[in-house]
């Protein structure tokens, strides 16, 4: 990721940045300076399918994407386990409410779960002297907990007692003020004097982003609690997926979602790496790991079933990468791994086997008997240069074809310079760099040898200065790369960006797609530029070529699309102007009946922005966002002009339709 080899072309870069603005303050009147010819042969003999996998997603636990993102659990640490297994144990972010006058709080190890013994012990010291809230323990949640009026959150807890019980369960402003919902929970001696699980669901009478829960008490005794769950009910399907996040996914129409990481998978150390065993089945019983390549705890209540429950939820294939005996920092010897193997083995039984399996079974009693779609694993991540890794990835390759003959098996290693060494289906390929690197690798595929295993750039982003925290230019450079892989998807099968998710309170990495807080969320650049390419998956690719005078900074791809929605077919120019000059851009179609494209019904989608470095804030969640407009002159022969610094694409209807727009005027687009 090193910038400093590159910091004098960013530099660079940044004058001529603000030179072009410059020259355009003055100059308002763009002019169409440069011209361009996009010659598209309409004729399918020349076309190509589009693999129906090529764009989806990459999700990773990094930057609290799933724990305090996408899973909705708002309890953070709810076991108490994050301090680890030994106490006295930090209960972060819990914080005792009452000071040691009135309360005594400590950790011990009296859970009745096996893979998690820590359980808080709370001694209340007063009675009738309590402060009059009570005293008791507050949870924050992930930065805050989301609670909104009318809605009902479910609240599990487990809990045991010396005395008759008498606990408050609330939801407060952040200070503790402020009661959003409340119930109190009681019990006598008897009812508590064994650990009991609570269940109770509160209705919001208010809204606020920044809520707490607390459980307190006036009650003098001593009170045991563990594994404490706040769950908003409304969640996509029920299953546990905050609802706004899902949907932003689900807009961008992924094929496939490539999980749990990344680096999360191999760990710092493989003691600390993700285990798909510890993450499923009941939740309580989840030992939760902390991930120590990003940093953070989590209690795994998005395991691996719920990972394949996503990804059904999202009509995307799952691709499930798994830890293949390397870390970062330490490594099992391919004469030991078999037990790696093994594990890799159980968890395609697990999402695949018959209901009655072992770990088949296990999947039918969290919910779901039929099988789930896995058909593509991927064997560790960036660990091709590895001492072990090809030793490794042989006994999972020769495991897993032998018991899955139709599972896609995915290496490490980049077989887009060399040829590989070893037999796979496709092999990873990673790219993060510069703006105009980027932009330039959108031929990175076409001399790429078409024989071997296919490509899947299952991480690519523009990084550093030209990024920022998710600019217009790196999503410009992105979506020139992703029209070369459009056009080399014969040998491309499969990209996604990374990272997905951020959670702005904890930015292990820029940029990211979709940024989001408790309660708000929104895409970056790149998070619109990829919805341009959201038809791709199955289209069909049409040949055209590109001439262009004066400038090397213009790309574009044609495809024919089918509108699920309307059953209409659209051809779909996509063009990404990457230079500072608008560029008039002629279209002209071969093989195409001369009155089958028609400007009504067609339509313009621009993505750009006055600075090149804009980028999209919560407060400015659309400044740089797709801008929609109706479409003028549509014909076999057509010119639009490309603006600086732009992605655009054009919806051309194909063949006729009953609709006629009376005298359409276009609504916007000054610049065409
Ligand atoms: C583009 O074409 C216009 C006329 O259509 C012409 O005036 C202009 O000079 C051309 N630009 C270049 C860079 O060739
Ligand atoms: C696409 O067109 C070019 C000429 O413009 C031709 O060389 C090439 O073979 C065509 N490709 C296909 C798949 O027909
Ligand atoms: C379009 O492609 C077809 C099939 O490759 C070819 O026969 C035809 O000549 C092409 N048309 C033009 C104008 O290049
Ligand atoms: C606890 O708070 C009470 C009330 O504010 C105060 O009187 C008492 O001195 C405090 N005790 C300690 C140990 O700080
Ligand atoms: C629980 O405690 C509250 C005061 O904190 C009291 O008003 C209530 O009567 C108690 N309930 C029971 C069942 O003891
Ligand atoms: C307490 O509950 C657990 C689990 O529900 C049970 O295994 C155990 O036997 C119970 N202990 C007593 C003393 O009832």
Redesign the pocket.
Known sequence: MGFSKDSCCVCMLQLFIVVCLIVQCVDVKVHADLNATLTVNASLASARRIPDTLFGIFFEEINHAGAGGLWAELVSNRGFEAGGPNTPSNIDPWSIIGNETYINVVTDRTS?FERNKVALRLEVLCDSTCPADGVGVYNPGFWGMNIEQGKKYKVVFYARSTGPLNLTVSLTGSNGVGSLASTVITGSASDF???TKVETVLEAKATNGNSRLQLTTTTKGVVWLDQVSAMPLDTYKGHGFRNDLFQMVADMKPSFIRFPGGCFVEGDYLRNAFRWKASVGPWEERPGHFGDVWKYWTDDGLGYYEFLQLSEDLGALPIWVFNNGVSHNDEVDTSSVLPFVQEALDGLEFARGDPTSKWGSLRAAMGHPEPFNLKYVAVGNEDCGKKNYRGNYLRFYSAIRHAYPDIQIISNCDGSSTPLDHPADLYDYHIYTSANDMFSKSTAFNRVTRNGPKAFVSEYAVTGNDAGQGSLLAALAEAGFLIGIEKNSDIVNMASYAPLFVNANDRRWNPDAIVFNSFQHYGTPSYWMQLFFSESNGATLLNSSLQATGSNSLIASAITWQNSADKKTYIRIKAVNFGASAVNLKISFNELDPNSLQSSGSSKTVLTSPNLMDENSFLQPKKVAPINSLLQNVGKDMSVTVPPHSFTSLDLLKESSNLKMPGSDSSSSSSV
Do not use: P
């Open positions: 009745i004097s064994n650990w």
